[in-house]
Nanobody, 126 residues
Framework: QLQLVESGGGLVQPGGSLRLSCAASGFTFHYFAFGWFRQAPGKEREGVACISSGGGLTNYADSVKGRFTISRDNAKNTVYLQMNSLKPEDTAVYYC???????????????????WGKGTQVTVSS
């Protein structure tokens, strides 16, 4: 059974850090690119970061460049999102998605065809 399960969300103060994980099962992990997305209340889902199937190519939204880092461990079938210097505007539900794309930036498109997890809440507040 194909599954993507996000974890690592929570409440953190501004300036703090969190690491999200996306554990995948039920498909051939290293054939797929991955993306992290977020959706805040009343806003559209946006792509945050994405990574190629081999891990050598990444792409980030301008709002998170220099603060967030996406990575993957193909031996553990897991994708990570390290989030540093968090801001209140980073508050959202974060989702991971897997897809087979020809260009890594396509994996950051919220309309990408693929498999999606159910999300994990990140709240940045003092």
């Amino acid at each position: 059974q194909l599954q993507l399960v996000e974890s690592g969300g929570g409440l953190v103060q501004p300036g703090g850090s969190l690491r999200l994980s996306c554990a995948a099962s039920g498909f051939t992990f290293h054939y797929f690119a991955f993306g992290w997305f977020r959706q805040a209340p009343g806003k559209e889902r946006e792509g945050v970061a994405c990574i190629s199937s081999g891990g050598g190519l990444t792409n980030y939204a301008d709002s998170v460049k220099g603060r967030f880092t996406i990575s993957r461990d193909n031996a553990k079938n897991t994708v990570y999102l390290q989030m540093n210097s968090l801001k209140p505007e980073d508050t959202a539900v974060y989702y991971c998605a897997a897809g087979q794309v020809t260009a890594v930036q396509t994996m950051c498109d919220p309309g990408v065809q693929g498999y999606w997890g159910k999300g994990t809440q990140v709240t940045v507040s003092s």
